[in-house]
């Protein structure tokens, strides 16, 4: 066990650092507060008796300057000690760390410290992500700091590499920096094409390939190129997907799951003859295609090819093949943010109706989820025809964001949908139908709504009847360009109990329109609502006369899309003579 730690803090010794800042570790720190959102992140390397911080972000006085702490104030050394991570979410009663004197001196209190190592497996230290409150540390926020914890590793162990080839240091200094950048740029890419090209931009003044490419392993043993559109359209096509009898560079990487090195086109020629032509005909001379790492086995290959031969030294190829460990996991990561986009935009677009057509009311609608992952949330619109001269239209918004939040909405959005169905009755009553079923049925969540009945009169024109739950109060505008709002509503939904509600009612000449929208359409943190409505008002009095699709398209770039910070809906009425 001596020989061990003796072993442990050799390999310290040899990565050059100490309790003095290094521009690396201090980036490392830096993505993890700004990836995990905390107060303080650190590089921390135990020494004997010490640990110190070459990668510090956030840490206070007198900690900052002096970059190490005594070991009675390392929560580090567990990390060191278990070789595992350690997770606390609240040191002051976590009977691991609860006599920490960090708790006290450095206001450690929610901590996240994943292990990091050098290339023979051990720990020399820990890069940890530290809250001055208790916190609950989410898969995600781990699955971060793991992968970023990976690359530290990665740029500790080729440090050591420098310091024990010293006549190289200026190679692996540059090596390690194409890591740290891929560590972070392909963690910020969120689909296939963006990993392609991140990859092309990382490598070009270092390892310098005439292309870069991106190959799936299917589970048929099929290979799939990802990165077809950097090439000329009838290559494209024809590796667009082909079979095992197929003998190419990334087929051979990945099905047996070894880096596959081609120095000159006679290694193409007999190890990968089916992809000779393709090489000739893009003037390619030699070719590296290393396996994309997966759970059960190669998912894939990246492949490199040069137009002037090409032998990876051992530097070469540790670099390439971490960089394949990256590029691996951000394939993954966009796959599966693909399958759930595509999973989420089927289920918004099964939650949100198809608009009815009638004669006497034009409809148009829109609808943008937030700028998050989401993709998902619990705003709606809805639109029924109840008869030739009558139609019931919805607008509301269920607290929250993503599928709880959207899974809520589905049952309101239902209920509500089988009242207005069920019989007439006036909108207000009609709500406390709708509360009193959704507290019966076990439905919660915070809402506003507004319920609203068009009826066109025999004599021309509309009577708007409607209750409103909480719900910004819709955009009147009518036949002579006039904008007023309508009177706001009272509680929101699932807020109070014994609301009483009014139903209001107002008559519409043909040429009315009536503009229904959620919050998330005019309003951030930083735009506050009533610019937004004011915003609004503008859109539609510098649109004199343009159609519903015209009006609702400039109505949704009020927020651009890159800055919404909520779900938004949109839905616009006109009345017509019938």
Request: with cysteine; proline share 6%; aromatic share 6%.
């Amino acid at each position: 066990m001596a020989d061990d730690d003796g072993q442990r803090l050799a390999a310290l010794l040899r990565t050059g650092l100490d309790a003095v800042a290094d521009p690396m570790f201090d980036r490392f720190a830096s993505m993890v507060r700004t990836v995990l959102g905390v107060p303080v992140a650190l590089v921390s390397l135990v020494d004997a008796d010490r640990q110190f911080f070459p990668g510090a972000c956030g840490l206070g006085e007198p900690w900052a300057q002096k970059r190490q702490t005594p070991l009675s104030h390392s929560f580090c050394k567990h990390v060191v000690d278990a070789a595992q991570p350690l997770i606390v979410t609240d040191a002051r009663v976590d009977p691991r760390v609860r006599d920490n004197l960090a708790i006290e001196d450095l206001g450690v209190v929610g901590y996240a410290g994943m292990p990091v190592f050098d290339a023979d497996g051990r720990v020399l230290g820990s890069l940890c992500a530290i809250d001055h409150e208790p916190r609950q540390w989410t898969e995600h926020e781990l699955s971060a700091l793991s992968d970023l914890a990976a690359a530290c590793s990665d740029s500790l162990q080729l440090r050591i590499a420098s310091y024990q080839a010293s006549d190289r240091a200026e190679l692996v200094a540059e090596r390690s920096r194409l890591l740290l950048r891929a560590s972070s740029a392909l963690g910020a890419a969120a689909t296939s094409d963006e990993v392609v090209d991140t990859v092309r931009d990382l490598v070009i003044g270092t390892l310098d390939p005439a292309y870069v490419g991106v190959s799936w392993l299917e589970s048929d043993g099929l290979i799939q190129l990802a990165s077809g559109r950097l090439l000329p359209p009838d290559l494209a096509e024809h590796w667009a997907t082909y079979g095992t009898e197929v003998r190419t560079p990334s087929g051979l990487a990945a099905r047996s799951g070894r880096t596959v090195v081609l120095p000159d086109l006679a290694a193409v020629a007999e190890q990968t003859p089916d992809a000779l032509g393709t090489f000739h005909r893009m003037e390619w001379q030699a070719a590296v295609s290393v396996p994309l790492p997966g759970v059960h086995g190669p998912i894939g290959a990246l492949t490199f090819c040069w137009k002037q031969r090409y032998t990876p030294g051992d530097g070469e190829h540790a670099v390439l093949t971490a960089l394949a460990g990256y590029v691996a996991q951000a394939l993954q990561r966009a796959s599966a943010y693909d399958d759930r986009r595509t999973a989420a935009e089927t289920m918004q677009k099964a939650l949100l109706s198809p608009l009815p057509v009638l004669d006497h009311v034009r409809l148009v609608a829109r609808y943008a989820p937030a700028n998050r992952a989401d993709l998902v949330g619990g705003d709606w619109y809805d639109a029924v025809r109840l008869d030739d001269a009558r139609m019931a239209v919805v607008i509301g918004d269920v607290a929250g964001h993503g599928v709880t939040a959207a899974a809520t909405m589905g049952h309101y959005r239902s209920m509500l949908r089988a009242l207005l169905v069920d019989r007439y009755d006036y909108p207000s009553v009609l709500l406390a139908r709708f509360e009193r079923a959704a507290k019966l049925l076990g439905v919660g969540g915070m809402a506003t709504v507004l319920v609203a009945y068009l009826t066109a009169e025999p004599g021309g024109g509309h009577t708007l009847t409607w209750a409103n739950a909480g719900h910004i109060p819709p955009t009147l505008v009518l036949p002579d360009g006039s904008v007023s709002q309508l009177p706001n509503g009272g509680p929101l939904l699932g807020g109070l109990r014994g609301v009483t509600r009014r139903t209001h009612t107002r008559s519409l000449p043909a040429g009315s329109r009536l503009v229904l929208y959620t919050d998330g359409l005019i309003e951030t943190r930083t735009f506050p609502i009533d610019d937004g409505i004011e915003h609004l008002r503008r859109v539609i009095t510098d649109h004199p006369g343009a159609g519903l699709d015209e009006l609702a398209d400039a109505a949704m770039e009020i927020i651009a899309p890159g800055e919404r910070e909520d779900d938004a809906s949109l839905l616009l009425i006109e009345t017509l003579t019938p």
